[in-house]
């Protein structure tokens, strides 16, 4: 039944491909700039860009510019422009976690999706999770081109079955680690990515859902001291005091964790999906690009015996600068983006949107082999990371407050506890439990 739906949807999308465009070719052309960054992601929009400037410019009456901003000072340079309520770019460059941020300044996009004279088909194409990411105070800000999610990587030739719970992790780490067993081929049994940094909490936010609490509890009151909360924070203090893995994690980020898999110090890491085309990569992962595998982040079992799973999604994205004297125009090209064979492009340049009637294509599992893996825990597993305004600085909070406890520094309830008083106070600060 999926496969047909899919099906559908696939037909649906390259139809609607089509219809997108008018039969008669326009006199005037309008140009509209479009903010993006460099990279990959860079790279592959703007493949798409020079496809619809060849063929569709003239039929559609719109010609897109790219407008490229450096990395460092991206985010910076964009809220400028917005918050001014300027109408020099059209389309911005968003994201799940700074969509409700920008909201104020952007075009709701409901309106437009259900005009079936300017969107003849679906967004029933997308992950939900990565559509309900772009989603604040229940308007609809943008459209997912990349998604971003946590994943249990492992070597494969050592581990015939990734631990599901984190009972039978922390039993695999011990597996392989020296300390406990001399024959270990690797020093330890996993790497983390626990360096205080936002993104540190990001990836713990997954386990703190696969454990099964929450950050937010009835609206916006945090939950952070429950039994789930500490399960999960105990998991990186537990692992690193008995020496299950390095207790320079402290320091790791996203390129030290790859590199401690690379090298074979470590059996298994829970990092980002982006890592998977890294390590499997005979150039830059000799020793294990084609060890690599890929599940689920582990979690509690459920009374009915069932494990619970949960994996943090952000996705990027783009949306319209509220500002812009051309948002028809604008959204036309968005209308673009979101056809399967737009995104199928964009994916073989080096995207990774999310949209389930490009992961089945074989084209696209053939470029990205883990697609059936990420694909499962998109559709089963995931949740939305935050994206209301304080997105950022709640994640930074998390990530002071977990790093001191996995130090050692304060117990874990008490870091738990601190960062519940903290969030709170920002929240309440900024509004959100009235006067």
Known sequence: MRKTILTMFILTAFIGSLLIMPCTFSEEVVTIRMVYWPGPEGEAISKIVEDWNRYYADQTGVRVEIVFFSREVFWEKQTSILLAGSSEIDIAFTSTYTIGQYAPYLEPLDEYFADKSLYPYTLDVYFESALNSLRYEGKLYGIPMDASLHVLIYRKDLIEKPPETFDELIELARKFTKKYNPDSPTEYGIGLHAKNILYSAMIWHSLLESAGGHIFENGFKPSLTTDAAKLAASLYRRLIEEGLAPAEALNWEYPQLNAAFQTGKVAMIIQWNAAIGELSDPEKSPLV???????????????????????????????????????REAFKFLAYLTTTSAMLRYLLEGGFPPMRSVFVLPKAVEKRWEIPFISEILDKYSFPGLNIPEAFAIYNILAKHLSAAWSGAVSVDDALKAANDEIYSLLKEKGYYGS
């Not at 595998?293 to 949306?319: E, F, N, Q």
């Open 289 to 327: 690009w084609d060890k690599v595998g890929v599940a689920p982040i582990p979690g509690v079992k459920l009374p009915d015996g069932t494990v619970l799973h949960r994996s943090y999604v952000h996705v990027l994205s783009l949306s319209i600068n509220k500002a812009s004297h051309h948002k």
